[in-house]
């Protein structure tokens, strides 16, 4: 597991990708919003409220590798990963749609999952979630 900062993030996986890791399995993001003290973060690296997951493999090694940036909640922003792995255009849009993080240098930066005119970033913890409220039929009452 490596813990590049935003701006380290292509040149990371820039020398990965020459190392044999040739495909990105994924693009993800945590919201750690409320979470207090992560003991899962080396003591040089810095807790910020997003974290961004790249998982990379390498087919001929045989191996996986994790890349967990930390993303601040004031500027949610990272550099593109598209010009090294085309196929994380969808996944980045995804991390931008449902937790409001950019990419810089996408090609599409839009929504994917949600309209264009929703409000918000729906799997951010603050975001404020509809209440439906449900009815139920008393025992024996045949409506």
Excluded at 5 to 27: F, I, K, M, N
Excluded at 42 to 61: K, Y
Aim: charged share 25%.
């Amino acid at each position: 597991m490596l813990h590049p900062t935003p701006a380290e993030l292509p040149g990371t996986v820039e020398a990965l990708r020459h190392a044999g890791y040739l495909q990105c399995l994924d693009v993800c993001a945590v919201d750690y919003l409320g979470a207090g003290h992560r003991d899962d973060l080396p003591p040089d690296v810095e807790a910020q409220r997003f974290e961004v997951v790249v998982t990379l493999i390498s087919h001929q090694a045989r191996g996986r590798i994790r890349l967990r940036v930390q993303v601040p909640e004031e500027e949610p922003r990272l550099p593109t990963l598209f010009d090294l792995f085309p196929g994380t255009e969808n996944p980045e849009r995804e991390v931008f749609d449902m937790f409001g993080i950019a990419f810089d240098g996408h090609p599409d930066m839009t929504r994917i999952l949600m309209p264009e005119d929703w409000e918000g970033h729906p799997l951010r913890k603050d975001y404020a979630v509809g209440i439906v409220p449900v009815r139920f039929k008393a025992a024996g009452d045949t409506r």
